[in-house]
């Protein structure tokens, strides 16, 4: 029995502590999933109570046996200390009746398959079946539960996905992406997972962001980025469009740095743009590139900044003309 089902009987005997009682309750609202186990967790341990009363002393003895071997390893006998404990019947049943709710339980679980949705070269759309629209950039990778209309639930392994979800205040919209879990009821928003880092940016609605406990509430224009190897949540404001590039096909750049409208290149186009001299790093743009190709882009921003590009060795070098 884990430390998690071991919580869980604590708290139906009302005996946790407050700060015992905030993780339960924050573990069940955190997954539809976790909601379902609970509820048949309680289900389970609700059909114990209705078991005739073993005495006491067995009931005590039998309790810390079968945790002592749980723990303990085989060729140990341990010594068992009796609890004294007014509920120790309710325990001993616990034992028999949770175990054997736990293969009901894990076979409820491992049947929510999932279905897998992958973006090769192309930018795809996809509907999901309770109506969210997904636009997938290029390269992307997601699987949905294969029972989505009860279960909302998306595991995003790599890439970048625009969500428009359908709102449902009954059945919250979870993504799950490594450590961060990303909770909707209905709004709009970006998330990008590339080397291990994620990235949300919201354009519409509220989206909550977690890490184990913590977690921040993002708003419209506002954005996280979490660092791989970090548990920091950091909400900033978002200050650019070059986001939904692949949603939009363009690229609108109001007063934005040269620096990041090449790194958004870099991506979109999958090429190796350098800027050589750090002194135009920051010289910026105001205009809107709708479809152009790479070659006229460049272009257009050597010919506004009076900057000029040098081909070399796969990379396209940005340098200043003095």
Same mark, same amino acid.
């Given at each position: ?17 407050? @700060? ?23 289900? %389970? ?129 979870? %993504? ?59 909400? @900033? ?86």
């Amino acid at each position: 029995m884990g430390d998690r089902d071991e919580l869980l009987i604590k708290y139906l005997l009302t005996e946790t502590s407050t @700060e015992e009682n905030s993780e339960v309750l924050h573990w069940i609202a955190e997954d539809p999933a976790n909601k379902v186990y609970y509820n048949h967790f309680k289900q %389970i341990w609700e059909t114990s109570k209705k078991l005739e009363p073993v005495r006491q002393i067995d009931a005590d003895q039998a309790w810390n046996k079968f945790k002592t071997r749980v723990s303990a390893p085989v060729e140990q006998e341990a010594r068992v200390v009796p609890l004294r404990y007014k509920y120790g019947w309710l325990k001993i049943a616990a034992i028999f009746l949770i175990a054997a709710g736990i293969w009901s339980t894990y076979r409820f679980f491992s049947a929510t398959d999932y279905i897998s949705v992958g973006a090769g070269k192309e930018v795809i759309v996809k509907t999901l079946p309770d109506g969210s629209v997904l636009t997938l950039n290029k390269n992307s990778l997601m699987s949905f539960a294969s029972n989505f209309t009860d279960h909302r639930a998306i595991r995003l392994q790599k890439g970048e996905i625009f969500f428009k979800v359908t709102p449902n205040k009954e059945k919250p919209f979870i %993504i799950d992406i490594d450590k961060v879990k990303i909770r909707v009821v209905g709004t709009s928003f970006d998330v990008k997972h590339t080397n291990e880092d994620t990235e949300v940016i919201v354009e519409t609605g509220i989206v909550k962001v977690s890490i184990g406990s913590d977690f921040v509430e993002l708003h419209k224009g506002e954005k996280v980025f979490i660092k791989n190897g970090t548990a920091e949540l950091k909400k @900033e404001t978002n200050t650019d469009l070059l986001y939904n590039y692949y949603r939009s096909k363009a690229f609108t750049l109001n007063n934005t740095s040269l620096s990041r409208f090449i790194e958004a290149l870099n991506e979109a186009y999958q090429v190796n743009i350098v800027i050589e001299d750090p002194r135009i790093k920051n010289l910026t743009l105001t205009t809107t590139f709708t479809e152009d190709s790479l070659d006229h882009i460049l272009q257009t921003i050597c010919q506004t900044l009076d900057i000029k590009q040098v081909h070399s060795e796969g990379k396209i070098l940005l340098v200043n003309k003095l």
